[in-house]
Structures are given as C-alpha cells and as structure tokens.
C-alpha cells in the first residue's frame, strides 16, 4: 500500500510538471511567432520629398526673412564741435559727387580763433623765457649761498624746472592748435569722398539720441552702384543659415520677380533686440535677432531702401527646369552601391523599399539627383534601424515658431501693409493694417501668433512627433 501511494503522487507530479512545460512552450511560441505589437507600437515618420527638398507646391513651404536693399559702402563725416557752421550745402536724399562741397566752416570764427591762438602762444613763450631767467638767478645765487642755505635753492631750482618742462609742453600743444585751425581755414569747404547719396545730416533735435548710440557723424552719404541686401535672423533660426549659402531675393510686390545672390556674412557680434515678441505678446525666446548681408552678381531692378525676401536657394525657382530631384544624400541607402534605394510609404501607411536611380552628386550641398524612382509627393524615411518592410508609417507635422509656435518676428512671413514706410527699430506696423500674403489674416494688435500662409512658413519649422 505504501508503495503504490508513493508511486500515485509520484506520477501526479510528474503530471503537473509536463503540464506546466507545455503551458510554457505553449505561450514562448505565441511569443516568438506574434510580433504584432511591435508593429502596432513601432511607428516610422515619414516626410513628403517636396518639403525636404523646399520644393513644396502645393504647400509653398518656405524659409522666408525680411530684408532691406543697401549700399556696400558708407561715409560719414565728423563736424568739429569747436567751430560754428557757417552753412550745409546739401540735403538728406540729394546726389552727390566725389569732391563735391558738404559743408562749410565759419572762416571769422576761425580767424578770429587763430589770433586769440597766436596770443596765447605768445604769452606761453614769454612766460617760458621768465622762468629760465628765474632758474639762471637761482642757480648763481646758491652758488654763493651759505651751505644751510643751498638745500633750500635746490628745491626752488626743481620746482622751477618742472614748471618751466609743463610750460615746454603748453607750448606744444599750442602750436598743433594753431596748425589745426589754419588747416580748417585752408579747407573751410568740407568736401564728400565717395560719389552718393546723402542719407542723413545731424542737427540740435537728433544730436541727443546721435550721442546716446555713439554716432558723431555729422553727414552720412551711401555710395551709389554697389548694393546689397541687408536681412535679419532670429537666435533660434541663425543655424539655418552660413555664409556663402545661396539665396534668392523676392520682391515683396511681385512675387515672381526674383535675384540671386550669396550669403555674405552672418554678424553674430551684433545683436539686435526684436521689440515685435514683446510687441504681440509672445514669449517663445525669440527676442533677439542677428543681421545677415547678401551679395548680388547684379542689382537691376532693385532700388535703394526697397524691403525683399530672402529666402535659401533649394532650387524651388528650377523646378521643371533641373531634371530629376536633389535630395539629401543621408535619404538615400547605398549599403549595395548597385542597388540604391529609399524607404518610401506605400499609401496604405506601410514602409517599402524602392529603388531608384542616382545621378550627379553635389559634394558641398551634401545631396544627390535623383534620375528616376521617387516624385515629389512621395512620403519617405530617414534609413535607420527601426525601418523594415510593412513598418507603420505617419506623417511627420510641422509646427510654427518652434515649440510653442509663436509669433517670432517680421523675418517669418511678416507682410507689412501697402502704406509701410519703413522698417527702422521704432517701425510699428499701422493700424489699418490688412496683410498680403495669401491666407493671412493677422489678429487685432498684430500677427496672427499660429499663423502658416500658403506662401510663407515660419522659418521657426521643426518637426512635430508627437
């Protein structure tokens, strides 16, 4: 009997425990074999080709700042705050030549200044000549002197010898005076350097604010045939650019006229607070902007002042010009160099492979052309370890003005209105204000702050993965 009860448990664990193995093999291979949710969770964002390659047209997704056409060059004159101005020649806006008369000195004042100079000389010398008799008397009388007495005529000696050095060097300063003012009479006429146009005279009501920005010039005159573009790029946007990047410059009042240009230099050192953030109330960190210069082969066309875009050269203006379509070489996987491929959305959301065809390379842009194989509309993947075949797809989202999409400055699809005179560091827009660009429709006291016109994106663009 003990044996056989033995034996039953025996046997009923042997049961239990070939149950529980089988149970377990049961749930490792539904394990291994559903990998299902890792489809469901694993999701590839994907991107039209249009927008990555700025050639987007359906959307018109494109960086745009604001810009303003300027001289090369500029001159400026310094008045002489000791001598009155007999006259100004010139006038703010008005033609000039190299040579030509700016303005002109008061010549009686400065006559009359060199003679009270000449006195002063005069009397400087004869002061000079009176302490080297005192020293000469000095010194023969404490020759004679008592030794007690010598101390004393030592120090009188020294102490004459140091004014007679500080008279020496009023002296001096007396005579670069007089050379000076003579000079000012010879050249009473104060005459331009640089053939342009008189962009500014100073006078008593912006002397203030001329000395609180540590400009002293009295005249300033933009030299004429050499223009440039002069933009503006807010601190969360400067990484978008670098010099020597090609641009295209668009007129604001038609849109299809354009000029091309490089990037010159980017002022990094000059800092600009944008007083528009504070202005429509937003607060997205962007309240500092960095002036930006662009060359131009040519400037036909362009006028000084005129406000443009500006916007990188992707080649959205060659579109159906260029054959096939320049995209970044890093979309393109070339593992098997004789087999090229992207990984592109089959429309039904599901990740694919296909192939396509590569031709020239641009080793500076970092992009390739592709021949054949992908379309602008296409929806393709950045190639990396979570793209496979029949991986889920979405669409990345862009929003504007970075993570908050705010408003961040006029650089970003801002349109003045038609009435805009200017867009100085006091600009504020007017009030009758109505917008230009396609689709605006700007809210009461300024820009609309989550504003993407069909022509205009806000350079703030950053893909939106959640």
């Not at 959305?345 to 390379?361: C, H, M, P, T």
């Amino acid at each position: 009997m003990n044996n056989s009860g033995f034996s039953g448990k025996k046997a009923g664990i042997i049961i239990a425990v070939t149950i529980c193995a089988v149970i377990a093999v049961f749930f490792l291979i539904r394990y291994l074999n559903d990998t299902s949710y890792k489809e469901d969770d694993q999701v590839v964002y994907v991107t039209d080709v249009a927008t990555l390659t700025g050639q987007s047209i359906s959307d018109g997704i494109v960086n745009r700042y604001g810009g303003i056409v300027e001289s090369q060059e500029t001159w400026s004159c310094t008045a002489n705050s000791d001598y009155t101005i007999q006259a100004v020649l010139v006038e703010v806006g008005q033609e000039v030549t190299e040579g030509q008369a700016l303005f002109v000195y008061d010549v009686n004042t400065l006559e009359n200044t060199l003679e009270q100079q000449k006195i002063d000389l005069e009397r400087l010398n004869a002061e000079l000549e009176s302490l080297k008799d005192t020293i000469a008397a000095l010194e023969k009388e404490a020759k004679s002197a008592d030794k007690s007495l010598r101390a004393n005529y030592t120090i009188q000696i020294k102490q004459q010898e140091l004014e007679r050095k500080q008279k020496e060097y009023d002296i001096q300063s007396k005579q670069k005076e007089i050379e000076l003012t003579e000079k000012n009479i010879a050249n009473s006429t104060v005459t331009s350097q640089i053939s342009g146009v008189v962009q500014s005279i100073r006078d008593s009501e912006t002397q203030a604010s001329d000395y609180n920005s540590g400009d002293t010039s009295f005249i300033k005159i933009i030299k004429t045939g050499e223009l440039r573009v002069k933009g503006t790029v807010n601190e969360q946007n400067i990484g978008m650019l670098t010099e020597g990047m090609p641009v295209i410059v668009r007129s604001r009042v038609d849109d299809t006229q354009i000029w091309r240009g490089t990037i010159s230099k980017i002022d990094r050192e000059n800092q600009q607070t944008n007083k528009y953030a504070d202005m429509y109330g937003t607060d997205n960190g962007s309240g500092t902007n960095y002036p930006f210069y662009v060359d131009l082969p040519t400037s036909e066309g362009l006028m000084m002042g005129q406000h443009v875009y500006l916007e990188p050269d992707l080649g959205q203006e060659d579109t159906g010009t260029a054959e096939g379509i320049w995209l970044d070489e890093w979309y393109v996987d070339e593992s098997d160099e004789n087999a090229p491929f992207v990984w592109v959305d089959d429309g039904e959301g599901k990740l694919v492979k296909r192939d396509v065809i590569i031709g020239e390379r641009d080793t500076e842009m970092g992009t390739l052309q592709i021949l054949s194989g992908l379309e602008l509309t296409d929806l393709i993947a950045f190639p990396d370890v979570n793209c496979s075949e029949g991986a889920k797809t979405e669409k990345a989202e862009y929003t504007t003005g970075g993570a908050d999409g705010g408003y961040t400055g006029e650089e970003e699809g801002y349109v003045p209105s038609e009435d805009y005179t200017g867009q100085g560091e006091d600009y504020v827009p007017s009030e009758d204000y109505t917008g230009q660009g396609e689709g605006y429709a700007p809210v009461e006291g300024g820009p609309e702050e989550n504003f993407m016109g069909t022509e205009v994106m806000n350079s703030g663009m950053a893909t939106d993965a959640a």
